[in-house]
C-alpha cells in the first residue's frame, strides 16, 4: 500500500536534498550503501526535526534505536526507516511478539524516514505513534498518529488513514515491525 502524495509532499527537492549521493535502484542496495547513506544525511534529518521544538522532536534519537539499520517498508512511501522507542515501550517493542499484547499507555515510537531522488537522499517526515491510556481513539487501535515534515513542521495527518494500514496488525497492537533483517532484539 502506497500512501498517496498528499499525505507525504515534501518541500521542493531542492530544499532537503544532501550531498549524499545514491548510486542504483535503492531497492536493491546493500546494506554498507544504506549505513553509508544514513550516515550522510541523519545530522540534517535530526535538525530538521528538532526545529519543531517539541518533545518527541527533541528526544527521540536518545531512545532505543529499534533496527541496526534503516530499510524500506513500503507502507511509508518507499522511504527507507529508522524506528525509535521510547523507555515505556522499548522492552515490549523489541520483543517483536505476534500476537496477544497491548503496548502499555505512554509507548512513543518515531520513525525517521528518508528516500532516493534523483540520485540523492532526501530526508523525509518523522512519523510518531503515541499509546493513549484505555479507550483513548478506540477507532484507531488506541494510537494517536501523526508526523513532523523534515524542517519540523506539523503535518496534517487523518488518523483514519493510518490506522486502516496499522489495523492489518490489530492482533501484535497495530504495530508494523522493521524488517525481520534489521531488527534488534532487547536481549
Excluded at 535530526?46 to 521544538?53: F, I, L, M, Q, V
Aim: glycine residues 10%.
Amino acid at each position: 500500500m502506497k500512501i498517496t502524495a498528499g499525505l507525504l509532499a515534501l518541500a521542493p527537492f531542492g530544499a532537503f536534498a544532501q550531498d549524499c549521493p545514491v548510486e542504483g535502484d535503492p531497492a536493491e542496495l546493500e546494506a554498507e550503501a544504506v549505513v553509508e547513506i544514513y550516515d550522510c544525511i541523519e545530522a540534517r534529518m535530526a535538525e530538521g526535526y528538532a526545529a519543531n521544538g517539541g518533545p518527541v522532536a527533541a528526544e527521540f534519537r536518545s531512545w532505543q534505536v529499534t533496527s541496526t539499520r534503516p530499510a524500506l517498508a513500503g507502507p511509508h512511501g518507499e522511504r527507507f526507516l529508522q524506528t525509535f522507542a521510547n523507555d515505556t515501550a522499548a522492552e515490549q517493542y523489541l520483543t517483536f511478539a505476534e500476537d496477544g499484547f497491548t503496548m502499555p499507555a505512554g509507548s512513543v515510537l518515531a520513525k525517521e524516514s528518508f528516500a532516493v531522488k534523483e540520485g540523492k537522499a532526501v530526508p523525509g517526515p518523522l512519523f510518531i505513534m503515541t499509546k493513549l491510556a484505555a479507550g483513548g481513539a478506540p477507532e484507531a487501535g488506541g494510537w494517536l498518529y501523526a508526523a513532523l515534515m523534515p524542517d519540523g513542521t506539523e503535518m496534517t495527518i487523518q488518523q483514519s488513514f493510518c490506522a486502516g494500514c496499522h489495523l492489518n496488525w490489530e492482533a501484535r497492537d497495530s504495530l508494523a515491525y522493521p524488517l525481520e533483517e534489521v531488527r534488534r532484539s532487547s536481549q
